[in-house]
Structures are given as structure tokens and as C-alpha cells.
């Protein structure tokens, strides 16, 4: 019997996605599921999510609660991070400050200057995570879902010993896309991707074996699939590669889309995929949330269980190294140990990785083309400045990192970007004791 602890389990959508996911393995179906939580209400309800799952699935398993952190991680074999450190009313500093400045932000939790102050919030809670998990399981799996990944992924590695793997959905997601505007099976489908999180690229895309890239190319003059994805499939179009993270994201990733009202208008407003590309949807829709969260509470607790497993890792890297061991390789973030030769040794970088009972295994990738790790390269030095300035509690040195970022760059001076940063410092003053 294995025990897997959810730090962060008021996150019930993903903690009953993964719940499920695991459990639907014979070889993990007796499992402790172990749920942590800062929020007794929504620990509550988790709790009465998970025990409906075991139920209707008929699983072995066993689940049980804690707002107890040390207490929850006790003799863990895996560790499951989706955790959030401020609320939205803290959130929205780090999308409305930077607007007043001219520098537009669509969702913010990944980089750019939210991005970076997110992790700022985070890093301090994530490495005293991470410092539990070496006292109390020291030989556990930890696989961290929260954002901004390479940052949180990053600090950990440079804190503590832990083995911790950075897992998101967006190289999956996208390859389904993909397939589906081919019109292909996607077990027809191979890739080879790699780069930073959120700026992964397939460097290969082949279905039954052979190129694809001619026919995707060729589909971007239908206009259906051309403004499903604006951004991204002008990316494709300049750049020759496919990046793995949604139009919304990557509009916000680079100096082309965001910096004047007509680009946005153009290719950020309508063509985005699943997240609308104008300025603040995330911001709106987690406000929209904070007005009807008793309603979701209660709604998790009535809405039928679903037992179909889903394409999220967590649940077969669990399965391949503590479960029947079937091998599993999957895209993951992880510290670069020369796994891709033209970004920073040390960085965090997100690579096809094997999982087997022998644990990770990251598979040495080469080169990303040369343009594309311009542009990785930017955001991989300047977020392990911003990791640099969290562990030291160097404000300077967050100042210097979102000063390097494109679409900040693109749009404000030097004297522009001190003055918002230390207006965003005075705004999150209350959550970033590590630099009074």
C-alpha cells in the first residue's frame, strides 16, 4: 500500500481528477489517499469528494484528512503540490498595476512581472514544503502542479535535495489538438518536444511515422483552424515550430501581440483557443468564482463520479515507479543537467523524461533551434534571477529579472518598470516578509 499526500487538496477539481486517476491503476487501488489543506471547509469537502470516488469505484483505498502539513507528509511515497498562496484580491495586484503601466496581462501566473511576483509569494511556502518532505519522507516523489512551474520547480532545486518533477498539461493537450486538426487517431501520433514550460516546441510532429508538420502548415490557410489558435499559429507560421502553451499564454510571452491596442485587438482578442486573450480573463474569472465558491463547494459534493482516467502524468508516473511498473514517458520540469545544450545548466527545463521503478530518468534532447532558444533563454536566465532574489531577498534583482522580460521591455522604459515593480512590492508587502 502506497501513501499519496495532496498539499494544496482544496484544489477539488484536480485533486478529485487525480484521485481518480490513481486509483483507477489495481496496482495503487488500496492506496492512503492523504488530503492537506490550509481551508477547513473546502478540506471538508474533499474529503467527502474522495470518499464518493472510493465508493462508486469500489476501490481498497482509504482516505483521510489534515490541516496538519507535517502530519499529512508522514512516511508519504508521493507528494502532490497544487497549492495557491494568496487569494485573488492579492492576484489582482499582479495583473492591475502592471495595466497601469501599459503592460497588458491576459493570465500572469506564469512570467513576465505577475508571473515573477506570484512566485515571490509561493517560493518561500514551496521551499518550507519541500524542507517537510525531506524530515518527514525524505524518499518521496514530489510532483508540483502549481504555477509559475520553472520558478517554484527551480527554487526547490536549489534549497533542498528533494526529487521533484514539475508536471503541467500543455504538451499533451496540444499534441490532442493537433491531432484533431489533422483528423488523426492520436495514438497515430509521436512527437519530440522540449524547451521551457508553457515555451515548449515539438521538434518533431509525426503521424504514423511521417512529418506532419507539411500538412499542419498547409492547414493554416483554413480559416476555422487559423483563428482557433491566432497567436500560436502565427508563431508556427514565423518561427516553424509548434509551442505547446495556449494563444492566451504565449500572447503574453514575447514582444509581437501584446504591446499596442491594435495587436491585441488583431490577435488576442478573438482567436485564442480556450481562454479569451483579452486583458485580465484569468483575473475575471477567478473573481467570478470567489462570488459562487459555496455554490462549487456544493456542487462537488451532487455532481455524478467520473472514473474515466485521464491524460493528466501524475497518475501513470505513480503507476510506473510505485505501482505494476509499467514504463511511462512523459514531458516534465526538471532541473537541466545538459539535457538541452543551449539553455542554462541549472535551469529548469521541461524534457521527455522516462518513468520506471528505477525513478526519473531525463532523456538528453540536443539543441533547441537556435531562434527558439533565444527567446527560452531570455525567460530561463531572468526567472533564475527572480528565483536568485526570492532565496536572498534581493528587490534589486527582481527589479533587473522583469526588466528582461519582452513584452515589459517592449512597452516601458527602465524608470517606468522601478516605478512598478516597487509599486507591486507595496501592494504584496503583507505576503513577502523574505524582503522587508
Same mark, same amino acid.
Given at each position: 500500500m502506497s501513501k499519496f499526500t495532496f498539499i *494544496?487538496?482544496? +484544489?477539488? *477539481?484536480?485533486?478529485? =481528477? %487525480?484521485?481518480t486517476d490513481i486509483l483507477s491503476f489495481p496496482s495503487l487501488a488500496e492506496s492512503t489517499i492523504t488530503l492537506m489543506d490550509i481551508d477547513g471547509d473546502r478540506l471538508e469537502v474533499v474529503k467527502k469528494v474522495v470518499e464518493r470516488i472510493i465508493k462508486v469505484g469500489n476501490f481498497p483505498a482509504k482516505v483521510e484528512a489534515t490541516m496538519n502539513r507535517a502530519e499529512a507528509l508522514q512516511g508519504a511515497d508521493a507528494v502532490i503540490c497544487t497549492i495557491l498562496v494568496g487569494g485573488v484580491q492579492t492576484f489582482r495586484h499582479d495583473i492591475e498595476i502592471p495595466k497601469k503601466y501599459g503592460v497588458d496581462i491576459n493570465v500572469g501566473d506564469t512570467r513576465g512581472p505577475a508571473g515573477i511576483f506570484r512566485a515571490l509569494r509561493t517560493i518561500p511556502v514551496m521551499v518550507d514544503i519541500a524542507k517537510d518532505i525531506e =524530515?518527514?519522507?525524505?524518499?518521496? @516523489?514530489?510532483?508540483?502542479?502549481?504555477?509559475p512551474m520553472t520558478m517554484l520547480c527551480k527554487a526547490v532545486e536549489d534549497s533542498?535535495?528533494?526529487?521533484?518533477?514539475g508536471l503541467?498539461?500543455?504538451?499533451?493537450? &496540444?499534441?490532442?489538438? %493537433?491531432?484533431?486538426?489533422l483528423e488523426a487517431p492520436i495514438d497515430e501520433i509521436s512527437y519530440t518536444c522540449f524547451g521551457i514550460n508553457h515555451l515548449a516546441f515539438y521538434t518533431e510532429f509525426k503521424w504514423n511515422g511521417n512529418d506532419a508538420y507539411p500538412q499542419l502548415r498547409k492547414l493554416m490557410e483554413n480559416p476555422v483552424v487559423y483563428n482557433e489558435e491566432l497567436v500560436r499559429n502565427e508563431m508556427f507560421l514565423h518561427l516553424d515550430y509548434y509551442v505547446t502553451e495556449s494563444s492566451g499564454h504565449n500572447s503574453e510571452y514575447n514582444a509581437w501581440f501584446r504591446k499596442r491596442p491594435d495587436l491585441i485587438e488583431k490577435y488576442c &482578442?478573438? *482567436?485564442? *483557443?480556450w481562454n479569451p486573450g483579452e486583458h485580465a480573463y484569468i483575473l475575471h474569472e477567478y473573481l467570478a468564482q470567489e462570488e459562487t465558491w459555496k455554490d462549487e463547494l456544493k /456542487?462537488?459534493?451532487?455532481?455524478?463520479?467520473?472514473l474515466t482516467r485521464s491524460t493528466e502524468y501524475a497518475s501513470y508516473i505513480l503507476n510506473a515507479i510505485l505501482g505494476d511498473g509499467t514504463l511511462f514517458t512523459f514531458n516534465g520540469n526538471i532541473e537541466n543537467r545538459g539535457y538541452i545544450d543551449n539553455l542554462p545548466n541549472g535551469s529548469n527545463v521541461e524534457v521527455p @523524461? %522516462? /518513468? +520506471? =521503478?528505477?525513478?526519473?530518468?531525463p532523456i538528453k534532447v540536443g539543441n533547441m533551434p537556435e531562434h527558439l532558444a533565444i527567446l527560452a533563454n531570455t525567460h530561463a536566465r531572468s526567472e533564475s534571477l527572480a528565483v536568485e532574489a526570492s532565496l536572498t531577498g534581493d528587490k534589486r534583482k527582481v527589479f533587473q529579472a522583469i526588466c528582461m522580460d519582452p513584452l515589459t521591455s517592449a512597452v516601458l522604459s527602465l524608470a517606468e518598470i522601478h516605478a512598478m515593480v516597487d509599486e507591486l512590492f507595496e501592494a504584496n508587502k503583507a505576503w513577502l516578509p523574505n524582503f522587508q
Open positions: *494544496g487538496a482544496g +484544489s477539488i *477539481g484536480f485533486t478529485r =481528477k %487525480l484521485v =524530515k518527514h519522507c525524505p524518499n518521496a @516523489i514530489f510532483l508540483n502542479y502549481t504555477n533542498t535535495n528533494v526529487n521533484i518533477v503541467c498539461h500543455s504538451v499533451q493537450h &496540444t499534441a490532442e489538438m %493537433l491531432a484533431r486538426w &482578442t478573438h *482567436g485564442t *483557443g /456542487a462537488n459534493l451532487e455532481d455524478p463520479i467520473d @523524461i %522516462l /518513468a +520506471s =521503478k528505477h525513478g526519473f530518468d
